[in-house]
């Protein structure tokens, strides 16, 4: 039945969704048609895309919890590289992937603490703040590596039954290990918390107007404590995906620059998890492509410059697109009680 | 005569103002040592070992002493970098990337260039090199002036952009082709292009103290200087009494950069004497630490440079002898960094009065903004 009042709902839906409908059909016709092409390849890039995405997924995650409380976190990399030292430092030494990732998780909290202690309550300036975790955690990583020590094992696949069988997006979605999973439940999960509870509309409040939040009886340094300690735990599930989940090992430095790529991730997304996914499956892309171009020996570009496309990526992406975000008002300034 | 301006005319108030200026430092970089200390303990070494052996390798003898001046000289150049920055309320990390184009570029001047007399010669890829890396530093300048792309997070990328390129300059277009080489490096700079060392005395330190002198200059003493330092106060009151914010903002990150290519090319004429890729790898964030152990204060850059540098050229022979990784260094750099920035604990334990609100640094304005 067309009535008027839902022809309108329906004008309205597609004037709201008209372009991203648009863009999903035309991406869905282009992998569609590349599948038809070369399954093998199609399916390897576009498994490649999403795990790559995992690490500026869940950093760009840990970015806009602390910033949509106003907190600046440039530390994410340090989280990173530390948490996942320690997440295969434990698995080391139990032979535990779960303590592992556990401890990661738990590292990257307590370096979430620290950045808190620094921008909350001392009040540091939160640029430094973030650049005193990330030089920390180069030093420590370097000082207590060992060589020659190996993990027992990673994280495998966890195949989720007959959904696996589906062509194409069984193998690229239902296939994957538990931090890659973990990730996208957490996308949703953030979106959730961030936009339909009482804590998100604090979080968001503390952002934007920390002065009328705390006349509202909202405890702001609770707020931005809590979240920056969250995202922490985020980055730290990051490192712990690297070391245990994709590589099976810990290399000096080897988060190389991810933290940094999911603040801008975070930007892109304009502040919002849906946003900050897309934005990451853009760069997740951009990365597999460079594994593809690299080893499927097609194309002739020096490796350093296929290299350089994530980052490139992620100026023009901060050029093209900031000066349209909006990043939440109080970004970046720490909070003065009255009186 | 009021009690300010007694402290400022006494011989007594200028001691206490010095000893105002420097405490905090000071009192970071013991409490830095001091955890460092613990930390090598607790890993079963001897911290006293440690440090006195690594105070050995860093001044014992002549050696030491150039090895600490040489170490020391592209600190100098990457903290007045980022010091200069600051002024205007910018931060540059990007003093890596600007350093490698500074150093590749000498470095091209030096072995392809031929007939130049020995002076001209090195004169000539210095300044080559200076202006690489501030051309290199135009871009997040530019970026940031007509995009509002963040400099922290360009300068960043920049840096890894700049690994990648100079990486295949230095195994492609510029990689020595000599018999024998397999490895990524530009050939020898010729001997006109080299940058003397007298004993202990490298002649790029010298360079360096000269460059500190020089930025004091600008930033005191010229219409430029006081527009930087406007601008990094209050970029909306500069705007307002006419100045061209955006010209000083893509200038001040030239100029900082142009001071982290003359580093680099520095390095690559005094003590490589060619480009290989990998060297120095974390100078952009030792700038950071260097400019905020120096106050910010080009003078005060050169002590905070030769502090590190001592800890880098000691490394080698603390490691040796006292068996203890040269990487405790960072982690220490680390601890002053945060003791310098989180100066109330600082001031708290020795019992100083608050930081005035003029001498806080603030770059967090978000990510858009200026």
Not at chain 1, 24 to 46: D, H, M, R
Not at chain 1, 65 to 72: D, K, N, W
Not at chain 1, 100 to 116: D, E, N, P, S
Not at chain 2, 272 to 280: I, K, L, S
Request: hydrophobic residues 55%; contains cysteine.
């Amino acid at each position: 039945m067309t009535t008027p009042a839902s022809f309108a709902n329906w004008k309205l839906f597609v004037k709201r969704w008209g372009w991203w409908l648009a863009g999903a059909v035309a991406l869905a016709v282009l992998i569609g048609y590349y599948y038809a092409k070369s399954p093998q390849i199609t399916e390897a890039v576009l498994a490649s895309t999403l795990r790559q995405s995992v690490p500026l997924v869940l950093g760009a995650l840990c970015g806009l919890l602390g910033e949509r409380a106003a907190v600046i976190n440039i530390g994410i990399e340090g989280q990173m590289l530390l948490a996942a030292f320690i997440a295969f430092l434990v698995n080391v030494y139990t032979g535990n992937l779960l303590l592992g990732v556990l401890a990661g998780v738990a590292i990257g909290a307590l370096l979430g603490l620290l950045l808190a202690f620094m921008s909350v309550s001392l009040k540091i300036d939160q640029i430094i703040g973030g650049t005193v975790i990330n030089i920390l955690a180069i030093g420590l990583t370097g000082y207590f590596y060992k060589v020659g020590l190996s993990a027992h094992g990673k994280l495998n696949p966890i195949p989720l039954g007959p959904l696996t069988k589906i062509p194409l997006i069984g193998t690229v979605l239902f296939n994957n290990p538990p931090i890659t999973y973990a990730s996208i439940l957490l996308v949703f999960l953030v979106h959730y918390v961030l936009f339909y509870t009482p804590w998100g509309l604090r979080t968001r409040a503390v952002g934007e107007h920390p002065r009328a939040a705390d006349t509202l009886g909202i405890n702001v340094y609770l707020v931005r404590y809590v979240n920056v300690v969250v995202g922490g735990a985020l980055a730290g599930l990051a490192g712990a995906y690297l070391s245990l989940e994709a590589v099976g090992s810990f290399e000096r430095l080897m988060t190389n620059g991810r933290g940094f790529v999911a603040l801008a991730v975070m930007i892109f997304g304009k502040w919002t998890p849906f946003g900050a996914w897309g934005a990451a499956l853009l760069f997740g892309f951009a990365s597999a492509l460079q594994t593809q171009l690299q080893f499927g020996g097609q194309v002739q570009i020096p490796h350093q410059f296929i290299g350089m496309l994530p980052y490139l990526l992620t100026i023009i992406v901060l050029a093209g697109f900031v000066g349209k975000a909006r990043p939440p008002a109080a970004d970046g300034i720490p909070y003065e009680k009255e009186g | 005569m009021s009690e300010q301006e007694k402290r400022k005319t006494t011989a007594g108030g200028a001691l206490l103002r010095f000893w105002q200026s420097v405490s905090v430092p000071l009192g970071a970089v013991v409490l830095a040592l001091i955890i460092g200390a613990v930390i090598i303990e607790v890993s079963g070494a001897s911290a006293w070992d440690a440090y006195a052996s690594l105070a050995k390798g860093a001044f014992g003898n002549a050696a030491g002493w150039r090895r600490t001046l040489e170490k020391t000289t592209p600190l100098i150049f990457s903290g007045l970098a980022v010091a200069f920055a600051f002024k205007a309320g910018l931060f540059n990390i990007g003093a890596q990337g600007q350093l490698l184009f500074g150093a590749i570029t000498a470095a091209w001047v030096g072995f392809a260039v031929h007939g130049l007399p020995p002076g001209i010669h090195a004169a000539v890829a210095l300044t080559a090199g200076a202006i690489a890396g501030g051309l290199y530093g135009a871009i997040p300048g530019a970026l940031k002036t007509y995009t509002g792309a963040h400099e922290v997070i360009t300068t960043i990328m920049l840096n890894y952009v700049a690994m990648g390129f100079t990486d295949y300059l230095a195994n492609g277009p510029l990689k020595d082709t000599s018999p024998g080489n397999i490895v990524a490096r530009t050939p020898n700079i010729l001997p006109s292009a080299k940058l003397p060392t007298w004993s202990w005395l490298p002649f790029g330190f010298l360079l360096a103290v000269a460059a500190a002198a020089v930025v004091w200059w600008i930033l005191q003493h010229t219409t430029l200087g006081f527009e930087i330092r406007t601008v990094g106060q209050n970029p909306h009151a500069a705007r307002y009494a006419g100045m061209k914010v955006a010209r000083t903002v893509i200038l001040t990150m030239v100029i900082s950069a142009l001071l982290a290519g003359m580093g680099g090319a520095v390095e690559t004429q005094g003590v490589v004497g060619r480009y290989e890729p990998g060297f120095n790898a974390n100078l952009g964030f030792d700038g950071i630490t260097v400019a905020l152990l120096g106050k910010t204060a080009p003078f005060g850059v050169i002590p905070a440079a030769l502090l590190l540098g001592a800890m880098r050229a000691g490394s080698n022979v603390m490691q040796f002898h006292a068996h203890v990784a040269q990487e405790i260094t960072d982690v220490v750099q680390a601890l002053m960094l945060f003791f310098v920035a989180a100066d109330v604990i600082v001031r708290w334990l020795l019992r100083m009065k608050a930081a005035e609100e003029g001498e806080k640094i603030t770059l967090s304005t978000g990510w858009g903004s200026h």
